[in-house]
């Protein structure tokens, strides 16, 4: 029996790492509103290796409608540019030589429609890992109540535990695209 409730505290750790992977996919979604978050989604090949933009100097967000890179290292401004560019963020950076300077246009309604398609298919994604992951912990149930490791009564104790577990987690996902959904449809 204990290890069943092994079995029900790995599928939730596995469904919290989901549910985190989830708010960092929706967190590099662009929206009408600067966060320094959006540029975690740029890697940048300098020094011989690919770094965050944020491993490379500061970002700060000084009004809604612009993000602000402060390189430490000045002579990499052009690559972390080209690489501001060639990201599918849709930006244009600019630089007067101290700093980098990326204008967050305001977005199209349609524009907004799009992203929130694009959030619903990370949020169904991540739903599916949720149910899979449930899915396995019940067989592993059910294979532990069939070799006699467990009784009948127990293993349906624990398929009900790990149901609401997954609940929990599906609420999680569905509050988190509820907040990401209103975030992009604001103007």
Same mark, same amino acid.
Do not use: C
């Given at each position: 029996?204990?290890?069943?409730?092994?079995?029900?505290?790995?599928?939730?750790?596995?469904?919290?790492?989901?549910?985190? &992977?989830?708010?960092?996919?929706? +967190?590099?979604?662009?929206? +009408?509103? &600067?966060?320094?978050?959006?540029?975690?989604?740029?890697?940048?090949?300098?020094?011989?290796?690919?770094?965050?933009?944020?491993?490379?100097?500061?970002?700060?967000?000084?009004?809604?409608?612009?993000?602000?890179?402060?390189?430490?290292?000045?002579?990499?401004?052009?690559?972390?540019?080209?690489?501001?560019?060639?990201? +599918?963020?849709?930006?244009?950076?600019?630089?007067?030589?101290?700093?980098?300077?990326?204008?967050?246009?305001?977005?199209?309604?349609?524009?907004?429609?799009?992203?929130?398609?694009?959030?619903?298919?990370?949020?169904?994604?991540?739903?599916?890992?949720?149910?899979?992951?449930?899915?396995?912990?019940?067989?592993?149930?059910?294979?532990?109540?069939? &070799?006699?490791?467990?009784?009948?009564?127990?293993?349906?104790?624990?398929?009900?535990?790990?149901?609401?577990?997954?609940?929990?987690?599906?609420?999680?996902?569905?509050?988190?695209?509820?907040?990401?959904?209103?975030?992009?449809?604001?103007?």
């Amino acid at each position: 029996m204990p290890e069943t409730h092994q079995e029900i505290k790995e599928a939730k750790a596995k469904m919290d790492k989901s549910v985190q &992977a989830l708010k960092q996919e929706l +967190s590099e979604i662009r929206t +009408s509103r &600067a966060t320094a978050g959006l540029l975690d989604a740029v890697d940048v090949e300098v020094y011989g290796q690919k770094m965050k933009i944020n491993q490379l100097g500061t970002v700060t967000v000084p009004d809604p409608h612009l993000i602000v890179v402060d390189l430490w290292d000045k002579s990499q401004m052009a690559v972390v540019e080209k690489a501001i560019m060639a990201s +599918s963020l849709g930006i244009t950076p600019s630089n007067d030589g101290k700093l980098i300077r990326i204008p967050i246009p305001q977005l199209t309604e349609e524009r907004r429609k799009e992203l929130v398609k694009v959030a619903g298919k990370y949020v169904e994604e991540a739903k599916i890992a949720v149910r899979n992951i449930r899915r396995h912990a019940i067989d592993h149930i059910k294979k532990a109540q069939k &070799a006699g490791e467990l009784p009948e009564d127990d293993a349906h104790h624990l398929t009900e535990d790990i149901q609401k577990v997954t609940d929990q987690h599906v609420a999680n996902i569905d509050e988190a695209f509820a907040a990401k959904q209103n975030d992009i449809m604001e103007v």
